[in-house]
């Protein structure tokens, strides 16, 4: 089974619409949890943390479930510039403490139509 | 404005020569950076993770005297490709943590070997 594993779709959705991704993990003791957004022939830059409350951010909401090692993230109201990438990252904090690697889902592509 | 700053972003060189990439993280220092390689419509790879003033830790299979990493000061790290070959051809990028768990990456070298 793949550390973090994510439908790489690609979703085709119309402008207004509102997208949901998932991403399964397979370390029960990776220790957080992030959304990278990476835009074609570019470099991950973080979306936004993930945290077992939930968490949103403007049209962004994520959420994870420990127990069934799943997280998720909710786009609503789909814009143009949301089209890219989208990874699943889990830190494993195999370094100690914090400053563990991160390990990365493929990816989801996300391309949204006028 | 960028965090961590690498060099150059794109290398074209012939079969057997060595390239070096450079990763510097801005206004902060940085203890430990982390390479990774993403080869197309694959997920990022850890490769290594620099420590400064001593070793690298490389994951396993990632051969050490091929790919050199010195992190001779708290705010570089360089990766040198030892007799590149057409297969190490490939999206290389380098992060380091800014005060907690956040990696940022630089913008990556897309390493071309003819």
């Known amino acids: 089974r793949k550390e973090v594993e994510q439908d790489p779709g690609p979703f085709n959705v119309p402008e207004g619409a509102t997208v949901a991704f998932n991403c399964t993990y397979s370390?029960?003791?990776?220790?957080?949890f992030f959304w990278y957004r990476q835009d074609c022939r570019k470099e991950p830059k973080l979306l936004m943390s993930v945290y077992s409350s939930g968490n949103e951010d403007g049209r962004f909401t994520a959420q994870l479930n420990r127990a069934s090692q799943y997280i998720s993230l909710l786009i609503r109201d789909s814009k143009l510039s949301d089209s890219a990438t989208y990874l699943c990252?889990?830190?494993?904090?195999?370094?100690?403490?914090?400053?563990?690697?991160?390990?990365f889902g493929k990816g989801t592509k996300l391309s949204v139509k006028p | 404005g960028a965090v961590v700053s690498q060099h150059p972003s794109r290398v074209i060189c012939k079969s057997g020569t060595s390239v070096k990439i450079e990763c510097r993280s801005l206004d902060f220092q940085a203890t430990t950076m982390f390479w990774y390689r993403q080869f197309p419509k694959q997920s990022l790879m850890l490769m290594a993770t620099?420590?400064?003033?001593?070793?690298?830790?490389?994951e396993q299979g990632v051969e050490k005297d091929k790919f050199l990493i010195n992190h001779a000061s708290l705010t570089l790290s360089t990766l040198t490709v030892t007799s590149a070959h057409p297969e190490d051809s490939s999206f290389y990028i380098c992060?380091?943590?800014?005060?907690?768990?956040?990696?940022?990456f630089g913008a990556g070298t897309r390493l071309s070997v003819l």
């Open positions: 990252v889990v830190n494993i904090g195999r370094y100690g403490g914090s400053q563990g690697n991160l390990i």
């Open positions: 992060s380091a943590h800014r005060g907690g768990n956040i990696q940022y």
């Open positions: 370390n029960s003791a990776s220790q957080s």
């Open positions: 620099s420590n400064e003033g001593s070793k690298a830790t490389y």
